[in-house]
């Protein structure tokens, strides 16, 4: 059975940091691409970032310089470290595991920037 648990989530104010971390369980996951992505009221899901197999990782511009996606093979772990956070990072953040496989999704996360 496959797992993606999502965690971290929170209240944080304008310009605060916060860190997601997505627990995996059921796959192979040092072959997986693992991805964040978002979802706020009212828009399409959206791409945040991504690490492959190999940890070359990409970004959506709108992230870029103050998300950082990290993973750690040996815990079955992906994180997210979300710095320099603003209002319109509100939203539901969603780990993604593909490869030949999937994609699976956790379950979620709240996150909301707001003083």
């Known amino acids: 059975q496959v797992q993606l648990v999502e965690s971290g989530g929170g209240l944080v104010q304008p310009g605060g940091s916060l860190r997601l971390s997505c627990a995996v369980s059921?796959?192979?996951?040092?072959?997986?691409?693992m991805k964040w992505y978002r979802q706020a009221p009212g828009k399409q899901r959206e791409l945040v970032a991504e690490i492959n197999s190999g940890g070359v990782t990409k970004y959506a511009d709108s992230v870029k310089g103050r998300f950082t996606i990290s993973r750690d093979n040996a815990k079955n772990m992906v994180s997210l470290q979300m710095n320099s956070l603003k209002p319109e990072d509100t939203a539901v953040y969603y780990c993604n595991a593909a490869w030949i496989t999937g994609p699976y999704w956790g379950q979620g996360t709240q996150v909301t920037v707001s003083s």
């Open positions: 059921g796959i192979r996951f040092s072959s997986y691409t």
